[in-house]
């Protein structure tokens, strides 16, 4: 008897395992396609071509905070660049600058473009 008792708490704690393990699997599918999805809308471009040596490899879109604090600008700054350019946002508003449009900005910013509070 008592060892019908142990079988059904570790029937239990198992299926309370197994139920947790499913809940965290369905938890990482949704990043991994939530990733996917945003490495399908990355461009190819060469990266790492120091020294000669470069490959093909995936760029995720840049933030306008990233790219900003890159280049030393206000994000708000760029924005209002972008803004100006007609350069389309998600639809929660947010910029993804892709890699042409990156090499734009550092142009445009680093050719002394900005006055000395960081506005252009």
């Not at 499913?22 to 060469?46: F, P, Y």
Request: aromatic share 4%.
């Amino acid at each position: 008897m008592a060892m019908k008792k142990k079988d059904k708490k570790a029937g239990k704690k198992r299926d309370e395992l197994m139920l947790e393990t499913a809940r965290q699997l369905s938890a990482l599918q949704e990043r991994v396609t939530d990733l996917e999805k945003r490495m399908g809308d990355a461009e190819d471009v060469i990266v790492g071509e120091e020294e000669g040596i470069g490959y093909l490899g995936k760029v995720l879109p840049y933030t306008a905070k990233a790219l900003a604090d890159e280049i030393g600008i206000s994000p708000n700054t760029l924005r209002a660049w972008l803004r100006d350019q007609d350069y389309p946002t998600e639809p929660n508003g947010q910029y993804l600058i892709d890699v042409e449009m990156a090499a734009k900005v550092r142009e445009h910013f680093q050719k002394g473009e900005v006055d000395g509070n960081g506005e252009a």
